[in-house]
């Protein structure tokens, strides 16, 4: 539904072609939505209680220290090379330097029935906060362990990436077009386990999702670039835009699927305005947004992604709790065995 209507979610469906009512663009709701933590992107639950960010630093491995210069920390000066594509979707047979580690990385999409479909018409909005006049935006996004049977064992997850939807680029005949963006946020990035069991056992309350081993910082960089191509006109309809929007870790985090799902988390904090908004479209008009990411629609029980993606969520950065949504972000995890790192 359009921003601000009674959708109880922000990833809403596309409608049919040329419809011209925003479906694609879920919303979240209004601040002060009396949710019980199921709902539309409104209310951040928040209990006034400010100490939320205080709550990791149990388990966090802290990598301020040297953070602002972002990916450079271990000479891995090949970002522009990513930024261009990544070699993308086949940097798996051009990303060859494992330094001699026969077959030791993997890529892996969670959730993985989207790995090459375009997420079910949905969108998230993570990085658009203008949408809903928001300047800030802590979010959980929880990927079940089975997500990752193809790991042997423990490895490293050295890199993360996401995509922009498709859902505002052709085939449709009218609608807004993602266009290239070089977005910078206040960014911090952390991963985790959670505590063993289903995605519906989760808390509302952001510290009690984090496994026995607590939470690491991977990335902290306050000048953090979002940058991507946009959408591929000349991909066929279903067919995903390509990982083009790169997460590179300064602290690469060591993930067992037999200890937990995967809780990929970040802090953001927009530094500059961008078009995120989708105002009415007239009949063969375009406009251009910003990154609104590929993510499937919220899913509901019985359907096959139910239980196998979730999120956590609050606009209130230092709210201890959050409002759940059952969807998360598709996202490209690289894994590198530990040996070879």
Same mark, same amino acid.
């Given at each position: 539904?359009?921003?601000?209507?009674?959708?109880?979610?922000?990833? $809403?469906?596309? $409608?049919?072609?040329?419809?011209?009512?925003?479906?694609?663009? &879920?919303?979240?709701?209004?601040?002060?939505?009396?949710?019980?933590?199921?709902?539309?992107? &409104?209310?951040? &639950?928040?209990? /006034?209680?400010?100490?939320?960010?205080?709550?990791?630093?149990?388990?966090?491995?802290? %990598?301020?220290? /040297? %953070?602002?210069?972002?990916?450079?920390?271990?000479?891995?000066?090949?970002?522009?090379?990513?930024?261009?594509? %990544?070699?993308?979707?086949?940097?798996?047979?051009?990303?060859?330097?494992? /330094?001699?580690?026969?077959?030791?990385?993997?890529? !892996?999409?969670?959730?993985?029935?989207?790995?090459?479909?375009?997420?079910?018409?949905?969108?998230?909005?993570?990085?658009?906060?203008?949408?809903?006049?928001?300047?800030? @935006?802590?979010?959980?996004?929880?990927?079940?362990?089975?997500?990752?049977?193809?790991?042997?064992?423990?490895?490293?997850?050295?890199?993360?990436?996401?995509?922009?939807?498709? !859902?505002?680029?052709?085939?449709?005949?009218?609608?807004?077009?993602?266009?290239?963006?070089?977005?910078?946020?206040?960014?911090?990035?952390?991963?985790?386990?959670?505590?063993?069991? &289903?995605?519906?056992?989760?808390?509302?309350?952001?510290?009690?999702?984090? $496994?026995?081993?607590?939470?690491?910082?991977?990335?902290?960089?306050?000048?953090?670039? @979002?940058?991507?191509?946009?959408?591929?006109?000349?991909?066929?309809?279903?067919?995903?835009?390509?990982?083009?929007?790169?997460?590179?870790?300064?602290?690469?985090?060591?993930?067992?699927?037999?200890?937990?799902?995967?809780?990929?988390?970040? !802090? !953001?904090?927009?530094?500059?305005?961008?078009?995120?908004?989708?105002?009415?479209?007239?009949?063969?008009?375009?406009?251009?947004?910003?990154?609104?990411?590929?993510?499937?629609?919220?899913?509901?029980?019985?359907?096959?992604?139910?239980?196998?993606?979730?999120?956590?969520?609050?606009?209130?950065?230092?709210?201890?709790?959050?409002?759940?949504?059952?969807?998360?972000?598709?996202?490209?995890?690289?894994?590198?065995?530990?040996?070879?790192?």
């Amino acid at each position: 539904g359009s921003k601000g209507d009674d959708d109880d979610d922000r990833y $809403g469906s596309k $409608g049919s072609k040329g419809d011209d009512d925003d479906d694609g663009y &879920g919303s979240k709701g209004s601040k002060g939505d009396d949710d019980d933590g199921y709902s539309s992107k &409104g209310s951040n &639950g928040s209990r /006034g209680d400010d100490d939320d960010d205080n709550d990791d630093d149990k388990g966090d491995d802290d %990598d301020d220290k /040297g %953070d602002d210069d972002d990916d450079d920390d271990k000479g891995d000066d090949d970002d522009d090379d990513d930024d261009k594509g %990544d070699d993308d979707d086949g940097d798996d047979k051009g990303d060859d330097d494992d /330094g001699g580690c026969s077959g030791s990385k993997i890529k !892996i999409v969670a959730p993985n029935k989207l790995e090459n479909l375009d997420g079910l018409d949905g969108s998230d909005l993570s990085f658009c906060l203008e949408a809903f006049n928001e300047t800030d @935006l802590r979010q959980q996004n929880f990927y079940s362990s089975d997500q990752f049977q193809d790991l042997s064992g423990p490895m490293l997850i050295t890199k993360v990436a996401l995509r922009v939807t498709r !859902i505002f680029g052709p085939p449709q005949v009218t609608g807004p077009i993602i266009t290239p963006q070089k977005v910078t946020f206040d960014a911090e990035f952390r991963l985790s386990t959670t505590p063993v069991g &289903g995605l519906q056992g989760l808390s509302t309350t952001f510290s009690e999702n984090y $496994g026995k081993n607590g939470v690491t910082t991977v990335l902290r960089d306050k000048t953090w670039e @979002l940058k991507t191509e946009g959408n591929n006109p000349d991909l066929e309809e279903g067919v995903p835009n390509p990982f083009d929007i790169f997460i590179k870790l300064d602290t690469p985090y060591l993930y067992d699927p037999s200890k937990g799902n995967l809780n990929f988390e970040y !802090i !953001i904090r927009r530094l500059e305005t961008i078009n995120c908004s989708l105002p009415p479209i007239a009949a063969g008009e375009t406009n251009m947004l910003g990154p609104y990411i590929d993510a499937p629609p919220s899913v509901s029980p019985g359907d096959d992604l139910f239980n196998k993606v979730r999120l956590l969520y609050s606009f209130d950065v230092t709210s201890p709790v959050g409002l759940f949504e059952e969807a998360a972000p598709v996202a490209r995890f690289t894994f590198e065995d530990p040996s070879c790192n």
